[in-house]
C-alpha cells in the first residue's frame, strides 16, 4: 500500500502544473481538460505508466513480470503503429514532389468552427458547405489528367483549394473564364520546392503556354522541413510527431478529453475578447498568431532568414525552367487574412490585447500596433521588387481581395486562413483581368 502512496505523490507534482492554455488557443493547438496541452498529457501520462511499470516488477518474482512489462510495452508499439496505418496518408510529401494518392474521391461536410473544443472564450460557429474533392491518375485535383495544358497552376493549398468544392476552386472557375485547359498542380502543405519539382515533372511534359505560381505569404517563405531523415531517432520523431497529430489529437484524446472544461474560464482568455473582428456585420474573423509573424520583423531581418534565401532560389529556379522551355510565367502573391482585412478592422483591434497575444509566442520582441502596420507589406514589396530585377512578372492579390472584402461578403474562413468559395471566385476574376492580356498574345 505505501509503495502506491508513494507513486500518487510521484505524480501529483506534474499533473497540478498546467500548460500555457491561452498559448495553445492563441496559436490553434489542442487543449485537454482545459490545463494541457497534447505533449504534456502524453508525457505525464508515460511517466505514471513508466512508474507503475517500475513498481510492479519491484518484487520476488522481478524477472516474471519484467518479462510481462516487456511483452505489454511491445504489445503497446505494435498497436500504435497498427492504428497509425490504419488511418492511411492520402498526400505525399517527399523532399523533392508532393502529390495525393491517385484516383481519389471523397465527400464530406466541412464546418467553419473552431477546430479543437478549447478554443476562443468568444467563439461562433459558421456556415457547413458541402465539399467533393477528387485526384486524376497523377493524385492533383483535377477532374481528368490532360495530356496537353494551355495553363499549368503551381502552389499549396490556396491553389489546391482546401476546404472548397472541386467546382468553386480558382483554377477550375478561371478554365471555365478563359476557355482554356488548366491544369492544377497544387498539393496542401507544398513548398516551392515541390513546385519546382511538380512543374519539371508533371506540369512541362504538358506543354503549356503560360505558368501561374501562386505564392502563400506565411507559410511558403519558412524553410522546408527534411520530409525524408536518415538518422534512426529523426525517423522516429517523425513517426510519434506523426502519431500525435494524425491520429491522438484529432480523433482521440480531444473528442474525449477536450470538451472536459471547455466552457470555463483560464487565465489571461481576457486577451482574446476583441475577437472576432467583424466587418459589415455579416463577416467575421479570428487571427492566430501564426498571421502576424512576418510582421514582427524589418525587411532587414526577413532578407536574411533560410527560408527567404531558399524560397528566392526556387523561384529563379522556377524562372528558369519556364523560359527554356519558352513559357510564359506569372508570380501571384496570396496574402494573408490578417493583412488582407487589417486597415478595414484596425479601429478594432485592442493593442495591449494584441500584443499581449503576441508576448506569448515572442515574449522579448519589442513591437507595437505601429510597426506591425508597417511591417505587414514586407514580404509582397521584398518578392515584387526581386522578381522585377530578375526580369520576372508578379501580381499581388492584395488590393483585389481587400477591395472586395470591403464591399463584398466574406471571403476567407472565419477561424482557417484559406479563402471559402466566394474568395475564390475573387480570385479567379483577379488573376483573369492580369492574364487576358496573354491570352490575346497567344491566339
Same mark, same amino acid.
Given at each position: 500500500?505505501?509503495?502506491y502512496?508513494?507513486?500518487? *505523490?510521484?505524480n501529483?507534482p506534474?499533473?497540478l502544473?498546467?500548460?500555457?492554455v491561452?498559448?495553445?488557443v492563441?496559436t490553434?493547438?489542442?487543449?485537454?481538460?482545459?490545463?494541457?496541452?497534447v505533449?504534456?498529457? !502524453?508525457?505525464?501520462?508515460?511517466?505514471? %505508466?513508466?512508474?507503475?511499470?517500475c513498481?510492479?516488477v519491484?518484487s520476488?518474482?522481478?524477472k516474471?513480470?519484467c518479462l510481462?512489462?516487456?511483452i505489454?510495452?511491445?504489445?503497446?508499439?505494435?498497436?500504435c #503503429?497498427?492504428?497509425?496505418?490504419?488511418f492511411p @496518408?492520402n498526400?505525399?510529401l517527399?523532399n523533392t514532389?508532393a502529390y495525393?494518392?491517385?484516383?481519389?474521391?471523397?465527400?464530406?461536410?466541412?464546418?467553419?468552427?473552431?477546430?479543437y473544443k478549447?478554443?476562443?472564450?468568444?467563439?461562433i460557429v459558421g456556415?457547413?458547405s458541402? %465539399?467533393?474533392f =477528387?485526384?486524376?491518375?497523377?493524385?492533383?485535383?483535377?477532374k481528368q489528367?490532360?495530356e496537353k495544358?494551355?495553363i499549368v497552376v503551381?502552389?499549396d493549398s490556396?491553389t489546391?483549394?482546401?476546404?472548397?468544392?472541386?467546382?468553386h476552386?480558382?483554377?477550375?472557375?478561371?478554365?471555365?473564364?478563359? @476557355?482554356q485547359?488548366?491544369?492544377n498542380l497544387?498539393i496542401?502543405?507544398?513548398?516551392?520546392t515541390h513546385?519546382y $519539382?511538380n512543374l519539371?515533372?508533371?506540369?512541362i /511534359?504538358?506543354k /503549356?503556354?503560360?505558368?501561374i505560381?501562386?505564392?502563400?505569404e506565411l507559410n511558403d517563405f519558412? +524553410?522546408?522541413?527534411?520530409?525524408? /531523415?536518415?538518422?534512426?531517432?529523426?525517423?522516429?520523431?517523425?513517426?510519434?510527431?506523426g502519431?500525435?497529430m494524425?491520429i491522438?489529437?484529432s480523433?482521440?484524446?480531444?473528442?474525449?478529453?477536450?470538451?472536459?472544461g471547455?466552457?470555463?474560464s483560464?487565465?489571461q482568455e481576457?486577451?482574446?475578447s476583441?475577437?472576432?473582428v467583424t466587418?459589415?456585420?455579416n @463577416?467575421?474573423?479570428f #487571427?492566430?498568431?501564426q498571421?502576424?509573424?512576418?510582421a514582427? #520583423?524589418?525587411k532587414? %531581418?526577413f532578407i @536574411?532568414?533560410p527560408?527567404?534565401?531558399?524560397?528566392s532560389h526556387?523561384?529563379?529556379k522556377?524562372q528558369?525552367?519556364?523560359?527554356k522551355h519558352?513559357?510564359?510565367?506569372?508570380?501571384v502573391?496570396a496574402?494573408?487574412?490578417v493583412?488582407?482585412?487589417?486597415p478595414?478592422?484596425q479601429?478594432q483591434?485592442?493593442?495591449?490585447s494584441?500584443l499581449?497575444m !503576441? =508576448?506569448?509566442?515572442? /515574449?522579448k520582441l519589442a513591437?507595437?500596433?505601429?510597426k506591425?502596420? +508597417?511591417?505587414f507589406?514586407n514580404?509582397?514589396?521584398?518578392?515584387? *521588387?526581386?522578381?522585377? $530585377?530578375k526580369?520576372?512578372?508578379?501580381?499581388?492579390?492584395?488590393?483585389d481581395?481587400?477591395? $472586395?472584402?470591403?464591399k463584398?461578403?466574406q471571403?476567407y #474562413?472565419?477561424?482557417?486562413?484559406h479563402w471559402?468559395s466566394?474568395?475564390?471566385?475573387?480570385?479567379?476574376?483577379?488573376?483573369?483581368?492580369?492574364?487576358?492580356?496573354?491570352? $490575346?498574345?497567344?491566339?
Amino acid at each position: 500500500m505505501k509503495k502506491y502512496v508513494f507513486l500518487l *505523490l510521484l505524480n501529483i507534482p506534474l499533473w497540478l502544473q498546467s500548460s500555457n492554455v491561452a498559448y495553445l488557443v492563441a496559436t490553434g493547438r489542442c487543449v485537454l481538460l482545459n490545463r494541457y496541452s497534447v505533449d504534456k498529457f !502524453l508525457f505525464n501520462m508515460s511517466f505514471f %505508466v513508466f512508474s507503475l511499470a517500475c513498481f510492479f516488477v519491484i518484487s520476488p518474482h522481478w524477472k516474471k513480470r519484467c518479462l510481462q512489462v516487456a511483452i505489454f510495452s511491445s504489445s503497446l508499439a505494435i498497436c500504435c #503503429f497498427a492504428i497509425y496505418w490504419i488511418f492511411p @496518408q492520402n498526400r505525399t510529401l517527399s523532399n523533392t514532389i508532393a502529390y495525393y494518392q491517385p484516383n481519389l474521391k471523397v465527400s464530406y461536410t466541412f464546418s467553419d468552427a473552431p477546430f479543437y473544443k478549447r478554443s476562443y472564450p468568444t467563439a461562433i460557429v459558421g456556415e457547413n458547405s458541402q %465539399v467533393n474533392f =477528387a485526384t486524376d491518375p497523377r493524385g492533383f485535383r483535377n477532374k481528368q489528367a490532360l495530356e496537353k495544358a494551355d495553363i499549368v497552376v503551381i502552389g499549396d493549398s490556396f491553389t489546391e483549394g482546401v476546404f472548397v468544392d472541386d467546382d468553386h476552386i480558382w483554377p477550375a472557375l478561371l478554365a471555365q473564364k478563359t @476557355q482554356q485547359k488548366i491544369y492544377n498542380l497544387g498539393i496542401s502543405g507544398a513548398h516551392p520546392t515541390h513546385y519546382y $519539382e511538380n512543374l519539371k515533372r508533371f506540369g512541362i /511534359p504538358l506543354k /503549356p503556354k503560360i505558368v501561374i505560381c501562386m505564392l502563400y505569404e506565411l507559410n511558403d517563405f519558412k +524553410k522546408m522541413r527534411n520530409y525524408e /531523415p536518415q538518422k534512426i531517432t529523426h525517423k522516429i520523431l517523425y513517426f510519434v510527431r506523426g502519431l500525435k497529430m494524425k491520429i491522438l489529437s484529432s480523433l482521440l484524446l480531444d473528442p474525449l478529453l477536450g470538451g472536459i472544461g471547455s466552457k470555463s474560464s483560464f487565465p489571461q482568455e481576457e486577451i482574446f475578447s476583441w475577437m472576432p473582428v467583424t466587418i459589415n456585420t455579416n @463577416q467575421h474573423y479570428f #487571427f492566430p498568431i501564426q498571421e502576424y509573424r512576418y510582421a514582427l #520583423f524589418s525587411k532587414d %531581418v526577413f532578407i @536574411q532568414t533560410p527560408g527567404w534565401k531558399q524560397v528566392s532560389h526556387q523561384l529563379v529556379k522556377i524562372q528558369d525552367l519556364c523560359k527554356k522551355h519558352h513559357i510564359q510565367l506569372l508570380y501571384v502573391l496570396a496574402p494573408s487574412k490578417v493583412r488582407t482585412t487589417f486597415p478595414i478592422v484596425q479601429s478594432q483591434y485592442n493593442e495591449k490585447s494584441l500584443l499581449k497575444m !503576441l =508576448a506569448l509566442q515572442f /515574449p522579448k520582441l519589442a513591437i507595437n500596433l505601429e510597426k506591425i502596420q +508597417k511591417n505587414f507589406d514586407n514580404i509582397e514589396e521584398t518578392l515584387g *521588387l526581386f522578381l522585377k $530585377e530578375k526580369g520576372g512578372s508578379f501580381y499581388s492579390l492584395t488590393k483585389d481581395l481587400r477591395r $472586395e472584402t470591403s464591399k463584398s461578403g466574406q471571403l476567407y #474562413f472565419t477561424y482557417d486562413v484559406h479563402w471559402n468559395s466566394l474568395g475564390h471566385s475573387v480570385v479567379s476574376d483577379a488573376i483573369f483581368k492580369k492574364i487576358r492580356p496573354l491570352l $490575346e498574345d497567344n491566339k
